[in-house]
């Protein structure tokens, strides 16, 4: 590939109505995308709230050009007449597309990432953004480059206020061992370790994500907490109790098994990145022993799952 082929990307601009905007931005990352951004109607929310719902808006999608361009457009018009027949209520979701060369990724995030307090006590801002902290608050501070995980996601949010609340009320376990299957920009990690883990492992497939994790660690002073590996879950094989698998519903069918094995007894663990349609399969297969259900977070079509395991 030439260097002017690799500037070359699939822009995808959708629009549709809100209630239909994470299920599709979720299946454009799973297909590929490189960036996805959502453009809403409604008035931007403050850093105390988290965002309103909006009646419509737009989706900015980012594939490099390449031989499965077409394969993914393709799907992409599947996957919208599939959502069509199980919401026919919905207005139809419609797009277009457009090839542009080497989009400003770095301003393109800037557009859309604001600070936002993802739970009670934690807040996450985009390094270039400023906010001035309560003497409670616990500020995240991440730079994303072109890796998932910002805190404006419902299931990055969800995984957030499940890591506060266990760490916070479980007294019980004296030294967390973490693990953060598919880590990103490495926010959760970095959040259990500034929640008080002494020991995270971060592991993600995509080598860029690792290095942006990396930095973000730097960033938040935890660097020495964590250890960031571009590695696949299975080649972890040191025994952690609490696993957090912010992924989706395939993947985390696929990795139950490992996850299992290396969460310890009374363990805990999170998987997010389900969306409602999902959710039952998710729970029948993740509720069987030696996993009970210990709490279920939902936000709109989104549903995470805080589990146990078994002494």
Request: contains cysteine; hydrophobic residues 40%; negative net charge.
């Amino acid at each position: 590939m030439t260097e002017k082929e690799a500037e070359k990307w699939v822009k995808i601009e959708i629009s549709a109505p809100a209630e239909l905007m994470d299920a599709l931005g979720n299946f454009l990352t799973e297909t590929g995308a490189q960036g996805v951004f959502q453009e809403s109607l409604a008035p931007q929310h403050i850093a105390e709230d988290f965002p309103e719902p909006s009646i419509e808006g737009t989706l900015k999608v980012y594939f490099p050009q390449d031989n499965r361009s077409e394969k993914r457009i393709v799907a992409l018009q599947k996957y919208i007449g599939s959502l069509s027949e199980i919401f026919p209520d919905f207005e139809k979701p419609s797009f277009t597309t457009e090839t542009i060369c080497d989009p400003d990724w770095g301003e393109q995030w800037k557009k859309y990432f604001m600070p936002i307090r993802v739970s009670n006590n934690i807040i996450v801002k985009p390094t270039w953004e400023r906010y001035t902290p309560s003497s409670r608050d616990i500020v995240i501070e991440i730079d994303p480059g072109m890796a998932f995980g910002t805190g404006q996601h419902a299931s990055t949010r969800m995984c957030i206020e499940a890591i506060e609340d266990i760490i916070m009320n479980d007294r019980s376990i004296k030294e967390w061992k973490v693990l953060d299957v598919g880590c990103g920009t490495g926010i959760l990690g970095i959040t259990a370790a500034k929640m008080g883990a002494q020991d995270v492992i971060c592991v993600d497939t995509d080598k860029k994500a690792v290095e942006i994790a990396a930095e973000n660690a730097a960033i938040n002073n935890v660097k020495s907490s964590l250890r960031i590996l571009n590695k696949n879950i299975a080649a972890i094989d040191k025994p952690r109790n609490l696993i957090i698998a912010n992924l989706t519903a395939k993947l985390l069918l696929t990795i139950r098994p490992h996850l299992i094995q290396l969460l310890l007894p009374e363990g805990y663990m999170i998987i997010s990145g389900i969306i409602e349609l999902d959710a039952k399969n998710i729970e029948e297969q993740f509720s069987a022993a030696p996993l009970t259900i210990h709490r279920v977070i939902t936000e709109k079509e989104w549903v995470c799952y805080v589990l146990r395991k078994n002494p």
